[in-house]
Nanobody
Framework: VQLQASGGGLVQAGGSLRLSCAAS????????LAWFRQAPGKEREFVAA????????NYADSVKGRFTISRDNAKSTVYLQMNSLKPEDTAVYFC???????????????????WGKGTLVTVSS
């Protein structure tokens, strides 16, 4: 199984970025997908998640109304559209895949079965 995140970069506060995570080696539509992030010196934290059926989505309070998670099962790709970015959004962003049923809870990193390498997002003030 491979998860490859991309789309990070340097952006000014108030700007937007779209992250992508392409998956291979798994039956993509049966997995819940999630984005986490890890800022320097901090623990990895949950950002957003989406079930395989697309019916269940949840976000961390810190990103609600600014970030949108989506997925394209035909392309085996999950996306994170990030708008109104803030300097505190600066982190390495990781995508994860969970084979278990996703009921909308806030994920912990231990819930993920697979992880991709992260992509760095830097938001300047």
């Amino acid at each position: 199984v491979q998860l490859q995140a991309s789309g990070g970069g340097l952006v000014q506060a108030g700007g937007s970025l779209r992250l992508s995570c392409a998956a291979s080696g798994l039956t993509f539509s049966t997995y819940a997908l999630a984005w986490f992030r890890q800022a320097p010196g901090k623990e990895r934290e949950f950002v957003a998640a989406i079930s395989g059926s697309l019916y269940t989505i949840n976000y961390a309070d810190s990103v609600k109304g600014r970030f949108t998670i989506s997925r394209d099962n035909a392309k085996s790709t999950v996306y994170l559209q990030m708008n109104s970015l803030k300097p505190e959004d600066t982190a390495v962003y990781f995508c994860g895949a969970d084979s278990k049923y996703y009921g909308g809870a806030l994920y912990h990193e231990r819930d993920m079965d697979y992880w991709g390498k992260g992509t760095l997002v830097t938001v300047s003030s």
